[in-house]
């Protein structure tokens, strides 16, 4: 009955490609040949679905070419649809052919077949279809088995490396990625692994991203981890990123990590910034899959970034930790800033002021942290817009720090601040803002100065500065409520609420794209009060009323024994930072920081 049906259907569809065929004349088929070959394509593909075993389906292709060789002859020569064409009948060919062994290329009906395949070819070489002239070879030459070489490949008997090239090199990859699939398919897989090892290695067929897969899968799959990471060594971060996203739908999470912490592990070891930051989503997003704990992924980045020999490869680690852990990373965040500016590792000019920006945007609350690092960005930078931010920071009084209120653990704040410390050219903590100012401005360069004095010595500048740029929200904002403890004044002649200030910077220099604020929050709305009995702490300066003959004196901590002899001109900004303008009762409210200049 199997029989009957098998002819029955043949009959059938050698009716309906005759049919086909008379549908359309040889001058349509000549100008174009696009709709009888997608006709032909889908009658084909409808029939050989019906059957599931390898003979039956080589029959059908078998008539399918007889039909398509007499066809062609009306078409073109560099007719595409015609190669398309041929070239999905071929390897359609091979692929069933790949179920006989070479001794059945001497018996029926595969004998007929090799006859009838070669006098469709004879009518088919003027379109000289690469894929076409390859099945027919091996045809000729016994089937795709039939290579020596490739049975002793296949066996993983030694040969010599040319012997392996010449026999890799025969060919088009998509044919040996054929056999690789068969060979999987029937679970031979060591056989399967060989050929795909031979592949990898070879020139032109080791483009081909289908070996190297196989390869690590198996190396993965088998715990030959020391052996996985040493096969990736070379392996670039786009072929890494590629390799992966083409196993996506083919293997479990699992093997996925895997596979990319080695990439990960050997790129970070070799100081390669190409592609790494596609590298470092690919593989947050993998423990995202899995549901890995934040304390797990934590601990997983910290052994990575311990293999790093390039400063700049915390970004990408920065921001896929925050995006995937949130506040929980800012700690870890912030200590890999700080290990990365306490290492030996090569660090330029312009990396280490990102990041200090980063751990400043990172504790866009903590003023002292801010402070130390605006300067220290001064200090490599020596801009007026560095220059600026310094300036605005020291205009603040301190604030008290609220560990409870903190992203970061104490200890892990005070071994930050003693490693920007070590940096800073001069500590300002008793300065008042003169000296400050004045030590500042002998780092930049005469011409900057000279450029800029008037601009600098100007107080109008600040005013300015705050009215170029909205409010910029606070990231952490329990900090921000800690840090409202004002002082409450004798007599009260007024009460104004000063707006939050701040500073933001775009880190990225093109090979990490990392978005931070680098904002430093200014008091709540009773921060900024007159001042009364005791000063804030570590505070550089503050302004005590004294009603005597209606006259202002601005003192500082330094000179509150000593009271400067000659009088200060009381700058606005100095008095706007009072709290009060009792002389001219006018309503103050400091706003809108204008941005740090954007690093890109």
Not at 245 to 255: A, N, P, Q, T, Y
Not at 471 to 494: D, P
Request: hydrophobic content about 40%.
């Amino acid at each position: 009955m199997a029989e009957e049906g098998r002819v029955y259907e043949l009959e059938g569809l050698e009716e309906q490609l005759h049919t086909l065929l008379s549908r359309y004349s040889g001058d349509e088929l000549g100008a174009d040949g696009g709709p009888f070959c997608s006709d032909f394509c889908k009658l084909v593909e409808e029939f050989a679905s019906r059957w599931q075993v390898p003979l039956p389906q080589l029959r059908i292709l078998e008539i399918a070419l007889c039909y398509f060789a007499r066809a062609s002859i009306f078409c073109t020569s560099n007719c595409d649809h015609v190669l398309h064409t041929l070239s999905s009948l071929a390897l359609s060919v091979f692929e069933l052919l790949l179920f006989f062994d070479q001794k059945d290329f001497h018996q029926e009906p595969l004998k007929h077949f090799a006859v009838t395949f070669q006098e469709c070819y004879v009518a088919l070489a003027k379109h000289e279809n690469v894929h076409l002239l390859q099945v027919e070879r091996l045809v000729r030459g016994g089937g795709p088995w039939a290579n020596p070489a490739l049975q002793a490949i296949l066996s993983e008997f030694s040969l010599p490396q040319n012997e392996v090239d010449g026999c890799i090199g025969s060919e088009l990859p998509v044919f040996f990625e054929l056999r690789v699939r068969y060979l999987l398919s029937c679970k031979r897989t060591s056989e399967a692994v060989a050929l795909a090892q031979c592949c990898a290695r070879h020139p032109t067929a080791g483009q081909h991203s289908f070996f190297l897969q196989v390869y690590l899968t198996w190396l993965y799959k088998t715990s030959q981890h020391d052996r996985l990471v040493k096969e990736v060594a070379d392996l670039s971060g786009k072929d890494a990123v590629h390799l992966i996203c083409s196993l996506e739908c083919e293997e479990k999470d699992e093997l996925l990590l895997g596979l990319s912490t080695a990439f990960l592990l050997q790129q970070l070891r070799r100081g390669d910034m190409y592609y790494l930051c596609e590298l470092v989503f690919v593989w947050t997003k993998l423990h995202s899959r899995l549901k890995t704990s934040k304390q797990a992924l934590l601990k997983e980045s910290h052994q990575l970034m311990l293999s790093a020999t390039n400063v700049n490869s915390l970004f990408p680690f920065i921001r896929a930790i925050l995006q995937e852990v949130g506040e929980d990373g800012v700690q870890f965040c912030v200590e890999l800033c700080a290990n990365a500016l306490d290492s030996c590792l090569p660090c330029d000019v312009l990396t280490k002021s990102l990041i200090y920006k980063t751990i400043a945007g990172l504790l866009p609350n903590d003023l002292e942290v801010c402070r130390a690092c605006a300067l220290l960005v001064f200090f490599l930078e020596r801009t007026v817009e560095s220059y600026k931010v310094v300036y605005l920071l020291y205009m603040h009084p301190d604030q008290e720090y609220h560990v409870e209120h903190s992203p970061i653990g104490n200890h892990v704040r005070f071994e930050t601040l003693q490693i920007l410390k070590k940096d800073l050219y001069f500590d300002p903590e008793f300065w008042n803002l003169i000296a400050l100012r004045t030590n500042c401005l002998k780092l930049m360069s005469e011409k900057v100065v000279s450029a800029a004095l008037e601009e600098i010595m100007d107080d109008k500048w600040i005013s300015n500065y705050f009215a170029k740029e909205p409010t910029l929200r606070s990231r952490a904002s329990a900090c921000q409520r800690g840090s409202k403890n004002a002082l409450q004044g004798k007599k009260r002649h007024s009460k104004e609420d000063t707006d939050t200030t701040g500073k933001r910077l775009k880190v990225g220099s093109g090979k990490t794209g990392l978005n931070v604020d680098y904002a430093v929050k200014k008091k709540g709305s009773r921060a900024l009060k007159e001042a009364s009995s005791g000063p804030l702490r570590r505070s550089l300066w503050q302004l005590d009323r004294i009603q005597e003959s209606g006259e202002h004196r601005r003192t500082t901590r330094l000179s509150e024994k000593n009271p400067p002899k000659r009088r200060i001109r009381r700058p606005k900004w100095l008095l706007e930072d009072s709290g009060t303008l009792e002389e001219n009762n006018i309503p103050l409210r400091m706003k809108n920081m204008k941005s740090i200049n954007h690093l890109s």
